[in-house]
C-alpha cells in the first residue's frame, strides 16, 4: 500500500505521522520524505503493509496533520490509463510492449487517435482504438466526442503519445493533473511546434525530452521527467529528430513509471518526484 501525503511543514510530522502507523501496527517497507523551504511544504511517500480500513487509517492521519493536508492512501498501484495518438508510432510501441508484458504499471483501456494511422498496432496488441477525426468539425465538437471516449473508462491518466493537438483550457480543467504530455525539446528550451528545426537553427550542442502534466500554458507543466542527449554541427534537422524520438520513449517510460507507483507529488508548477 502508497501513501502520498502533502501539506505545510511544520516540526513533528515525521513523528505524528509514525507515531498513527505504529498504533496501528503497520510495518514501514519505506518512507522518503521532502520539505520544500522556500514553500514551507512538506512531502512524503510511504510504503507500508496493507491496511484492512484505508477511511479510518486516513482520518486518523488528517486528526494530527495541518489542516491543509492531502493524503491519497493507494491500495491497487496499477493504474488504468487511456493513451491519445495521431501518426508518431515510437512512444505508443513502447507503451504497447510494456502493456502487453504487464511491466507499464498500468493498464491501457483504450487508444485515441485523430488519424488511424496507428489503428493497425493497437489491433495487434488487442487494445481497442477509436479514430476521432478531427477533421470538418469544430475543435470543441472534436474535444467534446474525445473527452466522452475518455469517460467511458474513467481512467487516473490520460497519455499524450505524441497527440500533436493543443488542448483548449476547458478540455484540460476535466481532467486536472491527469494529462501527461511528451515534449521534444528539452523545456523551457524550444517550447511549441518545430523545436528540433528550432534547436538546428540556434546550432545547439544538446538536445532533450521533457514529460510534464498538461495545463492551460503551452508546455508550461509541471515536469515529471527530463533527458539530454549531445549533438554536433554534423547533425542535420532531420538527423536530430530521429535521435530525439529515443529519448522521447525512454523519458516518457520513466516519467510513467513515476506517476504510475505514486511517486510525483505537484505543488503549483513544480513537482516533487521520489526517484
Avoid at 42 to 56: C, G, N, S, V, W
Avoid at 154 to 171: E, G, H, N, T
Amino acid at each position: 500500500m502508497i501513501i502520498v501525503i502533502q501539506c505545510k511543514d511544520q516540526v513533528g510530522l515525521v513523528a505524528a505521522i509514525s507515531g498513527i502507523l505504529a498504533k496501528e501496527q503497520l510495518n514501514i517497507i519505506s518512507m522518503r520524505e521532502h520539505v520544500d523551504k522556500v514553500e514551507n511544504r512538506f512531502y512524503m511517500r510511504l510504503e507500508i503493509e496493507k491496511h484492512k480500513d484505508e477511511a479510518t487509517l486516513e482520518k486518523k492521519l488528517k486528526d494530527v496533520l495541518p489542516k491543509d493536508v492531502t493524503i491519497s492512501i493507494n491500495e491497487l498501484p496499477q493504474k488504468k490509463v487511456v493513451i491519445l495518438v495521431t501518426k508518431e508510432y515510437h512512444c505508443l510501441a513502447d507503451i504497447l510492449i510494456r502493456n502487453y508484458f504487464e511491466t507499464l504499471g498500468a493498464k491501457i483501456q483504450c487508444v485515441i487517435g485523430n488519424h488511424d494511422t496507428l489503428q493497425n498496432i493497437c489491433e495487434r496488441f488487442d487494445v481497442p482504438f477509436y479514430l476521432v477525426s478531427h477533421e470538418e468539425i469544430s475543435k470543441e465538437t472534436f474535444e467534446q466526442m474525445v473527452a466522452e471516449k475518455i469517460d467511458k473508462y474513467a481512467p487516473d491518466y490520460i497519455v499524450l503519445a505524441k497527440f500533436m493537438r493543443i488542448l483548449s483550457p476547458q478540455f484540460v480543467a476535466k481532467f486536472p493533473a491527469k494529462l501527461i504530455n511528451i515534449h521534444h525539446s528539452f523545456l523551457p528550451a524550444f517550447a511549441g511546434a518545430n523545436p528540433y528545426k528550432q534547436a538546428f537553427e540556434r546550432g545547439v550542442k544538446l538536445i532533450g525530452a521533457t514529460a510534464h502534466f498538461v495545463t492551460d500554458e503551452l508546455d508550461e507543466g509541471p515536469i515529471i521527467a527530463q533527458q539530454i542527449i549531445p549533438v554536433n554541427h554534423s547533425l542535420t534537422a532531420s538527423d536530430m529528430m530521429k535521435a530525439g524520438k529515443e529519448i522521447e520513449t525512454a523519458v516518457l517510460a520513466k516519467a510513467l513509471r513515476f506517476v504510475f507507483e505514486d511517486r510525483v507529488s505537484v505543488y503549483k508548477n513544480k513537482t516533487v518526484v521520489f526517484e
